[in-house]
């Protein structure tokens, strides 16, 4: 029995003997990573980046541990009104928040006026009609108003309360409200929201600028016909590996950078509690950024073979394009159900899954499941893309379709 | 020596035949000239043989066996419309270029250095190709083709924009490779140029070999006119059975002759008539034989 083997002679070699050209994918991803790191633009962008999250950080710790110390004028004369500012004031320090009041005791009305108009002092309390007035120049801070309200409504209360032969304790007893948190780790709306925000525009600038990046690179050696030469030199399948691997680890390296400086501008401030929790949800968004843009890369590799000059870009990539917004605008926009159904759906879940599990509602198979979905969808695109890329790379003269490129014969 | 051939070489666009049955021989250790008008099949039968673009059908053979993906990994080539890396330096991708061929990257520095440096561009080895001359960054593409000693070279317009002095230095590169035994083919539209230069010739037309020989061989095969020079006006051989008179001015006349029978017929009017002063056979220009097969 004889075996055939096909070996038909008009297909270029793809599936060479070892002929020492196994290695080139290594030395076009290093190429692809050198030329990015010098590139001028590339590097401010990224210096830029990194500047404006430190600052953004920075705004936000400065922000939250800003004390404002606000001055209640009261007349000297009236009891009431020095114990219920006095009373405001340590309310004031109990919450530990980041309003401070001060006490300030004037003559008469009069002189309360010109403090307030002199800017000594920021509120007046004094008694008006059938209850309390707060004064400011403007509408008082409504923290302020808060605390004063408080303590002017316990004293009122303590007096009326006497008056009656009770105490305030008895009036209020069973009407106390205290709050607790069922799952301490869980995060504030306003948190999440935030994260996940984050999370969508790394993804989103991290794909369309390490996209670009290799599809021009792509074009780049098209037009000058330079892939002729290295088609003759390696087989095409090392070339598109060696940019897709340079190009992701770009992508992952400057993700993984953009994380750890926000990482570290949250430690250092007042959410600092959410540490633990953002850190699982970035180490998992980190995972699946990589293996999602490994898919990304490959089709931006193609829209790169696809054009002939590198003016065609802009059209070719627009599929990519598309599907990157997309993905950026439903997953920091989608809730619920939605969000769930995202979070398992190929490239979407990249965003999506790590949201999920910043906000603690998932059990632990959930991102492996998604992860296994998308490495799934890594390998069916680069497959599809690697032929796309054979036959569309030597077609020379206007742009080509997917349709062209996947018939090629070569 | 090796030679390079191609036998049958076809290649189909959809219904159009861009190349058809192309066979011809690149023996080592000679320049072959290309040449064909645009559109001819020129740089597709060049693309077939070096594996970038699929064979319809046909073969490239290398020193008699089918080519190698192998083999092909040690040709020089120079693709057409060519250009570099606009924003990488000459030196870098010239040792990326040899790395790819398997070239060690310390042998590869070295030997784009010595070339670098024949060329007189070694003090600007660092600057980014955009940054050089049109020539100099032609030069800089010869170089790619021509490290790591290639066992064959395929050279698609080699001297497209090149001055005269820039053409032969090259050439002159180019014989370095054929004293080696090594083929070179490379296409042209300069027919004065691949005149000057080359061992052996081939023309295409409309995706065929109309001729393929050496320059002298293309000769004898072309049509040979021949020069009459009389005393008195020639006017007269356009009436002779079996005579073509190409040219007629004055006394002289151009004329193509249908066999040695009209010849003597010729002369024996003319010596009739007058005095003939000469009667000899004009070899045909390589320009006059392109146009000839090429019409």
């Known amino acids: ?410 | 020596m090796t030679t390079l051939e191609v036998h049958d070489l076809t290649r189909t666009f959809g219904d159009r035949r861009a190349v058809d049955a192309v066979s011809f021989q690149a023996p080592g250790g000679m320049l072959t000239g290309f040449v064909g008008s645009n559109g001819a099949g020129k740089t597709t039968t060049m693309r077939m043989m070096m594996g970038v673009l699929s064979i319809t059908s046909g073969e490239v053979r290398f020193g008699g066996a089918p080519v190698t993906r192998a083999d092909r990994r040690t040709f020089g080539y120079m693709p057409e419309e060519r250009g570099l890396y606009p924003k990488q330096p000459a030196i870098d991708q010239l040792v990326y270029l040899a790395r790819l061929r398997g070239i060690p990257a310390a042998a590869a520095r070295t030997e784009a250095m010595e070339h670098l440096d024949r060329l007189g561009l070694a003090e600007r080895a660092k600057d980014h190709v955009e940054k050089l001359s049109l020539g100099n960054q032609q030069r800089v593409q010869i170089t790619a083709a021509l490290m790591g000693r290639p066992r064959a070279l395929i050279l698609d317009e080699p001297f497209s924009g090149l001055d005269p002095a820039a053409v032969d230095g090259m050439v002159d590169l180019l014989r370095e490779h054929t004293a080696r035994g090594v083929p070179v083919l490379f296409s042209s539209h300069q027919l004065d140029l691949v005149e000057r230069l080359c061992e052996r010739l081939v023309i295409l037309r409309t995706g065929e070999v109309v001729a393929d020989g050496t320059p002298a061989e293309l000769q004898e095969a072309g049509t040979v006119r021949h020069r009459l020079v009389l005393d008195s006006d020639a006017g007269w051989v356009r009436g002779v059975p079996g005579v073509h008179a190409v040219d007629v001015d004055g006394p002289t006349a151009l004329v193509e002759l249908a066999d040695d029978a009209t010849t003597q017929r010729l002369l024996a009017t003319a010596l009739e008539r007058g005095q003939v002063r000469e009667l000899s056979p004009v070899r045909p220009s390589l320009a006059q034989i392109y146009r000839e097969v090429t019409a």
């Open chain 1, 1 to 410: 029995m004889t075996t055939v083997r096909q070996n038909s002679s008009n297909a270029p070699a793809q599936e060479p003997p070892d002929d020492g050209s196994r290695g080139a994918w290594l030395l076009v991803a290093q190429r692809e990573i050198v030329t990015r790191v010098m590139n001028k633009a590339f590097v401010i962008g990224l210096l830029v980046s990194l500047a404006v999250i430190a600052l953004l950080a920075a705004f936000f710790t400065w922000q939250s541990t800003r004390v404002d110390t606000y001055t209640v004028a009261v007349a000297g004369s009236d009891a009431t009104a020095v114990a219920s500012a006095t009373a405001a004031a340590e309310l004031a320090d109990a919450e530990g928040g980041s309003t401070e009041l001060e006490l300030l005791e004037v003559a008469d009305d009069d002189a309360a006026r010109a403090a307030l108009s002199a800017g000594d002092a920021d509120v007046w309390l004094h008694p008006g009609g059938d209850g309390w007035v707060l004064a400011g120049e403007g509408q008082p801070d409504s923290t302020v108003s808060r605390l004063v309200g408080t303590a002017v409504e316990q004293e009122v209360l303590a007096a009326n309360a006497e008056a009656a032969g009770t105490t305030p304790a008895e009036l209020s007893e069973g009407a106390a409200l205290t709050t607790e948190a069922l799952d301490p780790d869980a995060m504030g709306e306003d948190t999440l929201f935030f994260a996940s925000f984050a999370l969508s525009f790394l993804f989103f600038a991290g794909a369309i600028g390490s996209g670009m990046m290799i599809a021009s690179s792509v074009v780049e050696e098209k037009q000058s016909r330079l892939v002729e030469i290295i088609a003759t030199a390696v087989p095409l399948r090392q070339l598109l590996a060696g940019k897709i691997v340079g190009s992701s680890v770009i992508a992952a390296g400057q993700n993984l950078l953009f994380a750890a400086v926000g990482l570290a501008a949250v430690a250092v401030s007042p959410i600092a509690i959410a540490l633990p929790a953002l850190s699982t949800s970035l180490i998992w968004f980190v995972v699946f950024f990589t293996v999602g843009f490994l898919a990304l890369a490959a089709l931006y590799a193609v829209a790169g073979a696809l054009a002939s000059r590198s003016e065609d870009l802009q059209y070719t990539s627009t599929p990519m394009t598309m599907l990157v917004m997309g993905v950026y605008f439903l997953t920091f926009t989608a809730s619920g159900s939605f969000l769930t159904v995202l979070s398992y759906v190929p490239v979407a879940n990249v965003v999506a899954m790590p949201a999920r599990v910043l906000s603690g509602d998932t059990s632990w198979w959930e991102p492996v499941v998604s992860l296994l979905i998308l490495a799934a969808f890594a390998v069916l695109a680069l497959l599809v893309s690697e032929r796309a890329f054979r036959g569309a790379l030597m077609q020379t003269g206007g742009r080509i379709s997917w349709k062209q490129a996947l018939r090629a014969e070569a």
